[in-house]
């Protein structure tokens, strides 16, 4: 599974951001990719769970942190993830990384490359 992340950049608090994941390497409704999932990294701290969503979108799950705010969807027609970012925040500024998780598995094993969310204040 090859995963290549895109749309970040820099924005205002306050602002909106769409990040999207491109998918290959397998049928984007495979086992292989039964939840995929966002997470981030800021400087200095640990990777952090995002966002996930299940195959066929009928599962979603959010970081606390990003509830209200953050909207994550997938488009098995074009093996495509999505990250519908708003009210972004000062610290929501991250390496934002997507990520497949298989059916019946506990860890996200397939991971892209990262892109870059940067929010000013």
């Known amino acids: 599974v090859q995963l290549q992340a895109s749309g970040g950049g820099l924005v205002q608090a306050g602002g909106s951001l769409r990040l999207s994941c491109a998918a290959s390497?397998?049928?984007?409704?495979?086992?292989?990719?039964?939840?995929m999932g966002w997470f981030r990294q800021a400087p200095g701290k640990e990777r952090e769970f995002v966002a996930l969503?299940?195959?066929?979108?009928?599962?979603?799950s959010y970081a606390d942190s990003v509830k209200g705010r953050f909207t994550i969807s997938r488009d098995n027609a074009k093996n495509m993830l999505y990250l519908q970012m708003n009210s972004l925040k000062p610290e929501d500024t991250a390496v934002y990384y997507c990520?497949?998780?298989?059916?019946?598995?506990?860890?996200?094993?397939?991971w892209g490359q990262g892109t870059q969310v940067t929010v000013s204040s």
């Open positions: 990520a497949a998780r298989g059916f019946g598995t506990n860890a996200f094993g397939s």
């Open positions: 390497g397998r049928s984007f409704i495979s086992d292989d990719m039964y939840y």
């Open positions: 969503v299940s195959r066929y979108g009928r599962v979603t």
